[in-house]
């Protein structure tokens, strides 16, 4: 039996034979530690029942371990010189389709359609890019794709702000976005030495678990969006500078503000850092109908 792909010797030799140079500007740090992967997949909770989407399989070190343990593993690479290096590598495996498109323009849930029936438990596991993981995972929520979660490799600082509570310097509108639509949890931090070449970054693996229903009701999602990134425009400011400063016409329509943040029984004097979830979609709800765009 053929070593496993993560591993530096088979990585070298992979890298050699196909004379494949890393593009940095395309995140391109390859894992080469098999227990790593292992440890990915386990909580990442796959059986033959459950297909696996991948984002950047780069030479298929994690695909791999994932057509091991799914049953059926869709992968989009953005880099055109890995597609032949992906087919020689997975060769021994029938069950992956590598699509060569960039996630971030990509078609997604067309894809699913067209390569995944049949499968009603849905992971989206992945060793991220890490120039791209904040638009890469607000894509894959945002678009309402029918998955379970996503379990994935990324800057150990990324996921901080993801799963942070509110009151700590980490918490901001990429904790509230996400936890929105999640629940969130780091489930392991991983040292720099599992990669090649080795990120300058700590890196984590997260797991976001899909809520069947918002934590709280809403009136309008985007506008609730658009109202926690307002009020973490500036960290230091109070919730009512942050939003007269950030609301369209907010500084003559301050009143309507004060109003809105009484309502909510929000202090206008707090900073948007010490705010649940919940007050923010109150909040939202109460200014809606004086800024919606
Ligand atoms: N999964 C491999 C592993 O763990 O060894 C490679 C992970 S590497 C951190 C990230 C991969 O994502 C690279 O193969 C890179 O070419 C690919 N990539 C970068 N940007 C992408 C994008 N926008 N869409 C799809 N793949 C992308």
Redesign the pocket.
């Known amino acids: 039996m053929l070593k496993d792909i993560a591993t530096p010797i088979r990585t070298k030799e992979i890298l050699k034979k196909y004379g494949f140079s890393f593009k940095k500007s ?6 080469i530690d098999p227990n790593i992967l292992r440890n990915i997949t386990e909580h990442a909770g796959l059986t033959k029942n459950t297909a696996a989407i ?6 298929g ?2 695909t791999e371990q994932l057509a091991r343990t799914s049953g059926k593993v869709l992968a ?4 055109q010189r ?1 597609i032949p290096i992906l087919k020689d590598t997975l060769s021994p495996y029938n069950n992956v389709t590598i699509v060569n498109e ?3 323009k990509a078609d997604v849930k067309a894809v699913m359609d067209q390569e995944l029936q049949g499968f009603d438990d849905i992971m989206v596991v ?4 890490y120039y ?1 993981t904040t638009p890469i995972i607000l894509k894959l929520l945002m678009e309402k794709l029918p998955i379970r979660g996503i379990c994935v490799m990324l800057q150990k600082e990324v996921g901080d702000r993801i799963s942070a509570k509110p009151g700590t310097k980490e918490y901001g509108s990429l904790s509230i976005a996400i936890q929105y639509y999640t629940e969130a949890e780091m489930v392991m931090t991983v040292p720099k030495t599992v990669f090649m070449p080795q990120p300058n970054v700590d890196s984590a693996v997260i797991r976001l678990t899909k809520r069947e229903k918002p934590p709280v009701d809403v009136k309008d999602e985007d506008f609730l969006f658009f109202i926690t990134r307002s009020s973490f425009a500036q960290r230091r400011k109070t919730i009512l500078n942050n939003l007269t400063s950030q609301l369209p016409n907010g500084k003559e329509k301050k009143e309507a503000i004060l109003e809105a943040l009484q309502s909510a029984g929000v202090d206008p004097t707090r900073r948007g850092e010490t705010l649940s979830i919940e007050e923010f979609a109150l909040l939202s709800d109460h200014l809606l109908p004086n800024f919606k765009k």
Request: hydrophobic fraction near 55%; avoid cysteine; proline fraction near 7%.
């Open positions: 395309l995140g391109q740090n390859f894992l991948e984002i950047g399989p780069g030479i070190a994690l989009f690479e953005i880099d890995l960039d996630v971030l992945a060793n991220l890019p791209v």
